[in-house]
C-alpha cells in the first residue's frame, strides 16, 4: 500500500516558476515508477511526466518538455515536478501517481493540487 501526500502548486505568473512535491509512505518506494499527470475543466486527465524506478529514465509529454523536470528522491520518498515558464494552459490540478508496473495506468494517486498560471 502506497499513499501519496502532494504540497505546493498555487497562483503564479505567466512565465514563472512552481515546484510541486508528493511524499509517499511505503517502504519500497525506490521500486514505484512515480508520474505526474493533470486535468484542466472540462477536458480528461492527461499525462505530463513519469520517472522509473529501475532505469530513471525520464518521460514527458510534448506540451511540457524543455519546461518542466520531474525527480525523485528516494531517501525521503518524495517526487518532484519543477515546472518553469509556465503558461495559462499549465492550468490545472496536478496529481502525482505511482505504480510498479505501468505508470500510464497508476495504482496509487496523490490528494490532487490546484495550479493557476495567469495571463
Known amino acids: 500500500q502506497v499513499q501519496l501526500v502532494q504540497s505546493g502548486g498555487g497562483l503564479v505568473q505567466a512565465g514563472g516558476s512552481l515546484r510541486l512535491s508528493c511524499a509517499a509512505s511505503?517502504?519500497?518506494?525506490?521500486?514505484?515508477?512515480m508520474g505526474w499527470f493533470r486535468q484542466a475543466p472540462g477536458k480528461e486527465r492527461e499525462f505530463v511526466a513519469a520517472l522509473g524506478w529501475s532505469s530513471g529514465s525520464t518521460y514527458y509529454a510534448d506540451s511540457v518538455k524543455g519546461r518542466f523536470t520531474i525527480s525523485r528522491d528516494d531517501a525521503k520518498n518524495t517526487v518532484y515536478l519543477q515546472m518553469s515558464s509556465l503558461k495559462p494552459e499549465d492550468t490545472a490540478v496536478y496529481y502525482c501517481?505511482?505504480?510498479?508496473?505501468?505508470?500510464?495506468?497508476?495504482?496509487?494517486w496523490g490528494q490532487g493540487t490546484q495550479v493557476t498560471v495567469s495571463s
Open positions: 511505503g517502504r519500497t518506494f525506490s521500486r514505484y515508477t
Open positions: 501517481a505511482a505504480d510498479r508496473t505501468n505508470i500510464s495506468i497508476p495504482r496509487y
